[in-house]
């Protein structure tokens, strides 16, 4: 499947355009590919609840791409935790081929997709981890502490930060988006130094807040 150069094509450019990148039709293609696969695969294992094409490109494909705002240039670690269908990770390696990439997902069909995706779309330097955060060890799947750990999944902000606090090296960061009860969480977060930003998902009104919390060598609490 290929999108047509109106509609669905159009919403993803436009999206990518307004989030300052300059898609080739190498990652368009890529996009088209990771869109047909998913609905394909969603049929039999549910992955996500969002069916819609123009949907799946704007609130999954460009939503997942707001966490490349505060990810700096050049090669670093990435843990995506709760990866479900590959959001945010496989988005941000189509844009970003050089990060190293772990998605770490439990479910077993969520992970046999994930491994399915990677190998469709060709990408490398990513593993997928079939494991639980809490089951995640640096030394055994990951080899070496991550620069960062973000996720989309349904975790708030304290709880993200303790559970995968163990794979971060000190001095990375935890990225989480929110939405506008974004203060009330982190007034529960403790003693935790972060940056929030505040970024609008492209072709939709409504708004993103991305927390950007800094690692450090005693958890909070």
């Not at 109106?6 to 088209?32: M, Y």
């Amino acid at each position: 499947m290929v999108f047509p150069e109106s509609g669905t094509a159009r919403i993803l450019k436009d999206g990518l355009f307004t989030l300052g990148f300059v898609p080739s039709d190498e990652k368009i293609i890529a996009f088209s590919a990771y869109l047909s696969e998913l609905k394909k695969w969603n049929k039999a294992c549910n992955l996500t609840g969002i069916r819609n094409d123009e949907d799946i490109v704007i609130k999954h494909f460009l939503d997942s791409l707001l966490y490349l705002e505060p990810i700096p240039q050049g090669i670093i670690r990435v843990a995506d935790i709760g990866s479900g269908a590959g959001f945010p990770g496989i988005p941000i390696k189509i844009l970003r081929p050089e990060i190293e990439m772990y998605l770490i997902e439990p479910s077993g069909k969520k992970a046999a997709f994930l491994r399915h995706i990677t190998r469709q779309l060709k990408i490398g330097k990513i593993e997928i981890i079939e494991k639980r955060i809490e089951e995640t060890t640096v030394h055994g799947e990951l080899g070496a502490p991550v620069d960062i750990a973000l996720t989309r999944a349904l975790f708030d902000i304290k709880e993200f930060v303790l559970k995968a606090a163990h794979i971060v090296k000190p001095g990375g960061v935890f990225i989480l988006s929110k939405g506008p009860k974004v203060k009330e969480e982190l007034k529960k977060a403790g003693d935790l130094e972060y940056e929030l930003l505040k970024i609008p998902l492209p072709q939709t009104d409504i708004i993103r807040y991305i927390v950007v919390a800094k690692a450090k060598s005693a958890d909070i609490v």
